[in-house]
Every structure is written in structure tokens, then in C-alpha cells.
């Protein structure tokens, strides 16, 4: 039997109740999406901690379901189907999400926001993250930790790098990951042709080859075999691997490109300085990133224009949420000294919206509230001035 939250206690939906009104006051408009979705989005989209913990079921027609995991793919989904859909605009949300959580209550309140359509990139980032404090703040508390990453930074730092497409691709998707990046690039530099495989000839044949090749020769080798799949995986998925491994065969990560990311992931403290050692690193190595950097250090302006402390703001360059869909801005907020759950969470996902069908690339940014975290901390719900305009 699925373990169930329990109702809000009545110090919870005040809070909650303040919480969505700050939102609306902010111009984020109440959304309410079906607690049934379907499966694929979250499948194919989300990282490997919510794909696991799905509730999944069939309908008569065969297609796969799940209840809502969390909130951020139907808010998404819901506006792309609106006549708003590629216009700036703003939603909050409140209700349950459910996710296996191993002995935890598998069904938890989620709040939150989502900002589609803005182009003033580093300002929407930078009022994601006010609105988020505030939510904090709306609760009584007012001492959170803040933490901060970019995954647009390591992006452009790989794509600098200019390796091969194999390895462009594995190392910006181990990034999302719960593994340690800097031990995965360990084991792939060690990587070398001396181990035996069964498939050597096909490792051979596609040796130097790039990804439509090696999708034409598994396709032709499939089809002499009569098989349309192996143990689930479709033919993209074998040509990928077998590329993947011919070009580990091939040799190691090339140790220059190995202590750049080395130096790049060990960048952190606040984010001024941290500004100052990208550039330094960038010059030194000659590496092509400053557009990345640039858009990084006007997010910070206006972080500070919006009155947060950047002095007290951690950034780090290997800081990542372990979702895939996230391009950009990533952020947590923890109760300092007792920070391993987030009490807020949230970031920018720029690609998203073309991959749930979105017709040309749509910006969107947005943070989740854990209502239910916030509410054991036992502080006491703050109103907020009803006389404060938008932001």
C-alpha cells in the first residue's frame, strides 16, 4: 500500500494559503494541472532520481500513465496547449506530488512557480531566486543557505573543449547526475583499448565514425539478424553505445581537456570571485566562453539589485540538481547548518519546452517550494503586506 500524507494541519494551510497569495500578488497566476499525466515527458525528461520513483499504470488504449512526480512538466505542458502558449507568462501551483520516496509518505505537498516566455534571461533568473527567499521568509525563516550553479557555464566549457561528439555528450549528461562527475572523468581517462569485447569487429568498423554511421551499420546488422531491439534498447540506443565504446577503444580523454574541467569544477566560494576566476581560467587556457560568463555576471547584477547578499551566496561550477532538463540557473536554498534537503529548489530549463512539443524554443525558469519540509521546521507563517505591488 502506497504510504499517503497526511492532511495540512491548520498552521500549514495558513501557510500555504500566504504563500499562494504572495504569488499572486507577484503576478503568478494559480495553475492546476491533472494529477494523472502521462509517462513518457517524465520517462525520457527527468533525471534518474524521479524516473525511478514513479506510480506508473496503463489506460485501455495502452498508453503509459503516472501520477504527477512533480509539478513542473504539466504546469509546462498545460501552457503550451493554452492560446498563451510563446508569451511571457507566469503560473503557482499548490497540490500533491508522488513519488517513492523508500518508507517516506510517497504522496507530499509541492508548491512553486513557473515563467515561460521571458528573453531578459539573467532578470527572471535573478527574481526566481527573490521570490524563492521570500517564500522562505513567508515561513519565518529567514537564515537559509544559498546555493547556486550554471550548467550553461559547463556547457560552454565542454563545447570549447571541441572533443569528440561522443565524448561532448557523456560528459554534459553525467553532469545532471547523482554520480560524482570528477571520479566518472577519472575512469574515462583511464579508459584504453586493452580490454577483449565480443563485438571487436563492430568496435573496429566504426572506429573514427560518426553518429549516422554507426546508426546505418547497426541497423543493417540488426535487420541480417532479424531483430528490431536487445533487451529493450532500440537501434539509436545500441549505435550510441557502440560509438561510445569505439571511441573509448580509441584512447583516453585527452589529459589537456581533462585538467581544464578539473580546474573549471573546482571553482567555487562567492560568486564575484568566482566571476574573476572563470575569466582568468577562459584567458589562460584561451577557451571561448565569455558569452557564458557575461550572461553569468549579469545575473548576479541583478541578484544584487533585487537585495540578496551575494557575499553570502555559494556558487560552485560542479553544483547541479540531477534533472536533465535543466540548461541554466540552478539553485537550492537549505536551513544553514542543517542543509541536506532543500527547502526550495529550482532553476532554468530552456530546452524543455521544444522537447514536450513546442514548436520553436521558449524560455522558462522556476522553482519548487517542499511544503511539508518548511512545515516541520515549526516556524510560523509571516502575512506579507498587501499593499506590496508586483514584482
Known amino acids: 500500500m502506497m504510504p499517503t500524507a497526511a492532511p495540512l494541519a491548520t498552521g500549514s494551510a495558513r501557510w500555504a494559503d500566504a504563500l499562494l497569495q504572495s504569488f499572486a500578488q507577484a503576478g503568478y497566476a494559480r495553475a492546476e494541472p491533472a494529477i494523472l499525466q502521462p509517462a513518457e515527458p517524465f520517462l525520457d525528461l527527468s533525471g534518474e532520481d524521479i524516473r525511478k520513483s514513479l506510480y506508473l499504470t496503463t489506460d485501455a488504449g495502452g498508453e503509459e500513465l503516472c501520477l504527477r512526480p512533480d509539478l513542473t512538466i504539466p504546469v509546462a505542458r498545460d501552457y503550451l496547449t493554452s492560446g498563451r502558449a510563446g508569451q511571457p507568462a507566469g503560473f503557482s501551483y499548490l497540490g500533491p506530488v508522488f ?113 549516422k554511421a554507426a546508426l546505418a551499420l547497426v541497423t543493417d546488422l540488426m535487420s541480417i539478424a532479424g531483430a528490431t531491439n536487445v533487451g529493450g534498447r532500440s537501434v539509436a540506443e545500441i549505435a550510441d553505445r557502440f560509438l561510445e565504446q569505439s571511441t ?63 557575499s553570502s551566496t555559494r556558487f560552485s561550477t560542479s553544483f547541479g540538481r540531477g534533472l536533465d532538463y535543466y540548461t541554466g540557473f540552478e539553485f537550492e536554498l537549505h536551513r544553514r547548518g542543517d542543509g541536506f534537503e532543500p527547502l526550495v529548489a529550482g532553476g532554468r530549463y530552456d530546452g524543455l519546452m521544444t522537447q514536450l512539443g513546442a514548436r520553436s524554443p521558449i524560455p522558462a525558469v522556476g522553482f519548487s517550494v517542499w511544503v511539508e519540509t518548511l512545515t516541520e521546521l515549526g516556524c510560523q507563517p509571516v502575512a506579507r503586506d498587501s499593499s506590496e505591488g508586483q514584482s
Open 99 to 211: 513519488r517513492y520516496r523508500g518508507g517516506r509518505p510517497s504522496e507530499f505537498l509541492q508548491a512553486g512557480i513557473e515563467s515561460f516566455g521571458r528573453h531578459d534571461s539573467a532578470a527572471a533568473d535573478a527574481e526566481m531566486l527573490a521570490l524563492a527567499i521570500e517564500a522562505t521568509a513567508a515561513f519565518g525563516l529567514t537564515d537559509v543557505e544559498i546555493r547556486t550553479g550554471d550548467v550553461a557555464l559547463y556547457t560552454a566549457l565542454i563545447d570549447a573543449l571541441d572533443l569528440y561528439p561522443v565524448w561532448r555528450r557523456r560528459l554534459i549528461k553525467d553532469f545532471n547526475r547523482k554520480i560524482s562527475l570528477k571520479q566518472d572523468l577519472e575512469r574515462l581517462t583511464l579508459a584504453t583499448g586493452s580490454s577483449r569485447n565480443e563485438y571487436e569487429g563492430v568496435l573496429a568498423a566504426l572506429a573514427g565514425s560518426d553518429r
Open 248 to 310: 573509448l577503444k580509441g584512447g583516453a580523454l585527452p589529459r589537456d581537456a581533462l585538467d581544464l574541467i578539473k580546474r573549471f569544477l573546482a571553482i567555487a566560494g562567492d560568486p564575484d570571485e568566482a566571476i574573476v576566476r572563470l575569466r582568468a581560467l577562459a584567458n589562460d587556457a584561451k577557451l571561448d566562453i565569455a558569452a557564458a560568463i557575461d550572461q553569468f555576471e549579469s545575473r548576479v547584477g541583478f541578484m544584487a539589485a533585487r537585495g540578496i547578499d551575494i
